[in-house]
């Protein structure tokens, strides 16, 4: 009894091993999420109606806006130790005054909740392009609807294991290095400038892992259902049970294959893979501009990604009414481009010879502001401004008709 009064004392008074409690804690809540996801709602294979992806798209944004009361509950209170010894950027006065850019210090409820919600919304906002792709990825394999649940969900899976790597990799460089922070920022503004000036998307055909997959492993030109591998040899048959559903016919006598093979789908879910830490090799430093918390960065950028799926099935087939999101994504994306060389090149102006200056901080209050405005206002300017090129189809449909 005494060892374990002793071992928790220890622990309260380490902060830090209290937080490794706190992540526990949160992954553990998310792995329930996705269990429940595919072990519960979606166990069946079916194609996502508008309904339910509206549905799950407001569950999930009521779910990652809800955390932030969490965020600041456990800041103010300094559950498991958040909020203390925190990593957080100094004022420019403490900068001024020879303190480091980042240090360690306490950070109160309602600028913790401030910071999630900020780089929750960037990280939704970010992901609408990633859903541009991952539509050009299903297009081009044919992947049917009732299959791309299970791509997207595996898919998912895959992106919090990159992302969280990312993350501890990102934060553990920025705090031993924060010259690295110049370096995040150029990147993101370069990336803004690439959205900008390069339209389309490049043939997935000849993306080096498929290239790989077909040179390598045998891959079938068929579906075996939502199997990512099959033995089978030839493409499956189907009819209709007695209940009236469509079910898979067994595969006929001596046609099945020693080895196994890819399918299709598991191609797709390469891809959804690439894609995603494509877009996080963006989305990462973007947040890191909001704050070096590794907790928040990784609880908003969870919660960001985990309603991808759903975000995916509403905005799909709307993704073209919705025509000034893409700008809106590529100045949102420049404007923490822009915030983040602010606060981080002013310190290492010595380094070129010019005067050393103080970091220019932007309030996160501004940058809330700044991100929702811009969407709402492309949002808002797509619905009332529609587009010249569906007008002009509309009229050539009609044209064609009469």
Same mark, same amino acid.
């Given at each position: 009894? @005494?060892?374990?009064? $002793?071992?928790?004392?220890?622990?309260?008074? @380490?902060?830090?091993?209290?937080?490794?409690?706190?992540?526990?804690?949160?992954?553990?809540?998310?792995?329930? *999420?996705?269990? $429940?996801?595919?072990?519960? *709602?979606?166990? !069946?294979?079916? !194609?996502?109606?508008?309904? !339910?992806?509206?549905?799950?798209s407001v569950i999930w944004l009521t779910c990652g806006i809800a955390f932030s009361g969490f965020v600041y509950m456990a800041y103010e209170n300094n559950w498991l130790g958040l909020g203390l010894n925190t990593a957080m950027y100094s004022t420019a006065e403490e900068v001024k005054a020879g303190a480091p850019l980042i240090v360690s210090g306490d950070v109160q409820g309602l600028e913790a909740a401030k910071q999630y919600l900020v780089g929750y919304v960037v990280e939704k906002s970010l992901a609408m392009d990633n859903i541009f792709v991952i539509a050009l990825i299903f297009a081009f394999f044919a992947v049917p609807a009732k299959y791309q649940h299970r791509v997207l969900f595996w898919g998912i899976i895959g992106a919090l294991l990159m992302r969280g790597g990312m993350i501890f990799l990102g934060a553990g460089l920025i705090l031993k290095y924060q010259w690295i922070l110049i370096i995040f920022g150029a990147f993101l503004i370069l990336t803004a400038l690439?959205?900008?000036?390069?339209?389309?998307?490049?043939?997935?055909?000849? @993306?080096?892992?498929?290239? $790989?997959?077909?040179?390598f492993f045998r891959v079938t030109d068929f579906y075996d259902g939502q199997r990512f591998f099959t033995k089978r040899t030839l493409k499956p048959t189907y009819s209709v049970n007695a209940a009236g559903a469509e079910v898979m016919d067994p595969p006929p006598p001596g046609s099945l294959s020693a080895s196994w093979a890819i399918t299709p789908l598991f191609l797709?879910? %390469? $891809?959804? !893979?690439?894609?995603?830490?494509? *877009?996080?090799?963006?989305?990462?430093?973007a947040i890191f501009a909001i704050t070096p918390d590794p907790f928040i960065v990784f609880t908003s950028n969870i919660f960001a990604i985990l309603g991808l799926r759903a975000l995916y099935f509403c905005l799909a087939a709307l993704i073209q009414k919705f025509r000034f999101l893409k700008p809106a994504l590529i100045l949102i994306l420049a404007f923490v481009g822009v915030k983040l060389l602010l606060l981080s090149v002013p310190p290492y102006l010595g380094v070129i010879g010019l005067e050393k200056a103080n970091p220019i901080k932007i309030d996160t209050t501004v940058s809330l502001l700044v991100v929702v405005g811009t969407l709402t206002f492309a949002t808002v300017l797509s619905v %009332?401004?529609?587009?010249?090129?569906?007008?002009?189809?509309?009229l050539g449909k009609k044209s064609d008709g009469a």
């Open positions: 009894m @005494n060892d374990l009064l $002793l071992l928790a004392t220890t622990a309260a008074s @380490n902060p830090a091993d209290l937080k490794v409690w706190a992540y526990v804690a949160f992954i553990g809540l998310v792995i329930v *999420f996705l269990a $429940l996801d595919l072990g519960v *709602f979606h166990r !069946e294979a079916h !194609e996502v109606s508008m309904k !339910e992806a509206v549905t799950w690439k959205m900008a000036l390069i339209k389309g998307h490049d043939d997935v055909s000849q @993306n080096i892992a498929v290239r $790989l997959c077909k040179r797709a879910l %390469i $891809l959804v !893979e690439i894609t995603d830490l494509v *877009f996080a090799v963006d989305s990462i430093p %009332i401004v529609p587009s010249k090129l569906s007008g002009k189809e509309h």
